[in-house]
């Protein structure tokens, strides 16, 4: 706090802003968190632009509470600013979800919010079953609650084209029917547990879960909901659950927006493990069963499995000698993981922050899509001030927290997992081999012909859209315009006969990258505009942007277009693509920055080595 006093009073604003944002990721006390909403006011009227994590218009996000939100809005400003969002926060009064929801004219709908977070309670629940209810007549009551709010949903949604992140209902403190409520129909608690199964199962794409219910549960009900501050001012949550109660519904939303991060980097001696390899040996490590410690690291690393296995990348920045670092996971019978399970495996003595730079360079990700953890609190120190747009872990001191440490951050909140999550760390693995690949190849085209690379290029398909939509909100280098759409914006590109969206998928020897590049645009006259161009870094330079401009062009000349105009929006991580326009035979457009234009006539397709697949989705294939 006293650095964040310090580079305000001489001006630094830039500075004490990011300085907030790594202060609010981690602070967990409500009067710290306040303090720090008040700095952020203070900067916020020194300097609005200060706070933009990133470029273009801030994502218009609508507040709307069965509750009083008064208290709320400030904590959820400064935790969407902490989850890499520059946002327009518009609060609706409180107690009228319905008729904000409903009404065509409301000022919710006037706003044209982008998401909206929608937090009931469960005093805003219209129906309960009746004493004596049957499990089918409890059932039915069920589902009159569930209809209601995804009715509610529904209809801003249709009107507005917004995501909707849903708070569900948290568990009752009392228990008339104690125990055996478990087994009783009407009982209050089973009621809401069943009603929030089934908000879960029946959301359909735009509505996105804020489980209230399982963060209440883990901090307890009875410090979660305070009934004295609900009967005097209408509060949703405790102030001393208000921090989680916010960090959750800001880290949903920034994981509409691709913010989650994608790759934790883990130290080993005392963290992964227990005991210093280098100083211990092998057979003096703690990991397995019958020791508390043992025990503890081994239950760490089932965490971070876990993590691994829903698509979190993971990497090892140690300083050890590579051999000492590498044994314990060639011979120790219980560690839960193994050296193939990492995407990346730095153990030297250079600096941490160096490393974890390296790494970042290898798995070709950016730097603010990595969490550090380490056991050493100079090695964390040494992290934040060389990179401060790395996450790193406050550890507590006993490795049984660690799990909790690390989850309770919420950095790696997902909205929905894909088939190409899942397999993410295989994927990554198998990018390693491919490099390693380039470095023995000669000649970079012999290179890439020894791929033996094959594509599937489709259109927009209800089954893709899923993995569609995540790419676009994370893609941030190959990335030409950087926009961020809902799944509804880009259904219109799947649905309406003068939009044009394409994927493609890439497979090659060493295995299959999934979905790894998108294009959209639309046609204005006898232009085609390109509204959105991106591809996974996994896949940089290997001609899959040849392959999709051949198809941007088909695509175009399908719907008439007798030109294509290409957009470029620069941002502080795209000039990767800066000159891709020109380098396909794009012109500048006079007096429009970041447009290019192309006659059809004058296009000529290229020839990657890239052997296209069966036509898949109507697309034509002639590579």
């Keep these: 706090m006293e650095i964040l006093k310090t580079l305000v009073e001489r001006g630094d604003l830039g500075p004490a802003r990011a300085r907030l944002r790594t202060l609010a990721r981690s602070e967990t006390d409500y009067l710290r968190f306040a303090t720090l909403c008040r700095w952020h006011d203070r900067l916020t009227a020194r ?117 909707v992140v849903l708070n569900n209902f ?160 060639d011979v120790l019978p219980d560690m839960v993981l193994r050296r193939a399970d990492f995407a990346a495996f730095r153990a030297n003595w250079s600096p941490k922050s160096e490393n974890i730079v390296e790494i970042a360079r290898q798995l070709n990700i950016g730097l603010d899509s990595i969490v550090f953890v380490d056991d050493n609190p100079a090695e964390r120190a040494e992290v934040r001030r060389a990179i401060p747009d790395v996450r790193v872990v406050e550890l507590p001191d006993d490795p049984a927290d660690y799990p909790l440490a690390l989850d309770a951050t919420g950095w790696f909140e997902t909205v929905a997992l894909s088939d190409e999550d899942r397999v993410r760390g295989r994927l990554y693995r198998e990018n390693a081999q491919r490099e390693a690949l380039k470095s023995e190849t000669l000649d970079y085209e012999g290179y890439l012909e020894s791929l033996d690379q094959i594509a599937t290029v489709g259109v927009f398909d209800e089954t893709s859209m899923e993995r569609i939509t995540q790419l676009t909100n994370k893609t941030n280098q190959f990335n030409l315009t950087t926009r961020r759409l809902t799944r509804t914006e880009l259904e219109r590109y799947r649905t309406d006969p003068g939009k044009l969206g394409l994927h493609v998928r890439l497979a090659d020897r060493f295995g299959d990258n999934g979905l790894i590049s998108v294009a959209a645009g639309h046609l204005d006259g006898d232009t085609f505009v390109v509204d959105l161009w991106l591809m996974s870094c996994r896949v940089f330079g290997r001609g899959v942007e040849h392959l999709m401009a051949n198809r941007i062009a088909e695509g175009a000349a399908r719907l008439g277009a007798a030109r294509i105009r290409g957009l470029y929006r620069p941002t502080a991580k795209n000039g990767l693509v800066a000159e891709l326009y020109p380098s396909l035979g794009f012109a500048a457009v006079e007096g429009a920055v970041g447009e290019w234009v192309i006659d059809l006539d004058d296009y000529r397709p290229f020839q990657p080595a890239i052997r296209v697949a069966e036509p898949a989705n109507g697309v034509e294939s002639d590579e």
């Excluded at 200060?50 to 609508?62: F, H, I, Y």
């Excluded at 998401?115 to 589902?143: I, K, N, R």
């Excluded at 399982?214 to 659950?241: I, M, N």
Aim: with cysteine.
């Design 47 to 163: 300097d609005p632009a200060s706070g933009e994590p990133g470029a273009g218009d801030p994502l218009r996000v609508a507040l709307l509470g069965g509750a009083s939100m008064d208290l709320v809005e400030k904590p959820l400003r400064l935790a969407l600013e902490a989850a890499g969002l520059a946002t327009d926060l518009f609060r609706a009064d409180y107690g009228v979800i319905a008729r904000e929801m409903l009404d065509p004219d409301s000022a919710t709908a006037r706003f044209r919010p982008e998401v909206a977070v929608v937090a009931p309670t469960v005093f805003d629940v219209s129906t309960w079953p009746a004493v004596g209810s049957s499990p089918e007549e409890a059932a039915e009551a069920v589902e009159r609650v569930v209809d209601e709010w995804l009715r509610l949903a529904g209809s801003l949604h249709d009107r507005v084209g917004c995501d």
């Design 170 to 329: 948290h568990p009752l403190p009392t228990r008339p029917l104690g125990s055996a409520g478990t087994r009783i129909p009407w009982d209050r608690n089973r009621f809401l547990r069943e009603v929030n199964h089934a908000l879960a199962a029946r959301a359909p794409a735009y509505v996105h879960i804020n489980d209230v219910a399982t963060l209440a549960s883990l901090h307890g009900v009875l410090r979660w909901f305070d009934h004295r501050f609900w009967y005097h001012a209408k509060q949703p949550v405790s102030l001393e659950c208000m921090v989680p109660y916010v960090r959750s519904m800001a880290q949903v939303v920034g994981a509409l927006r691709g913010k989650s991060a994608k790759c934790v980097v883990v130290d080993l001696d005392n963290t992964l493990w227990g005991g210093v390899v280098g100083d211990d040996g092998v057979e003096g490590l703690r990991i397995g069963e019958g020791d508390a410690v043992a025990e503890s690291h081994k239950a760490f690393q089932s965490y971070l499995k876990e993590l691994g296995d829903r698509g979190v990348i993971l990497a090892v920045c140690s300083k050890n000698e590579e051999a000492n670092a590498l044994e314990p996971f």
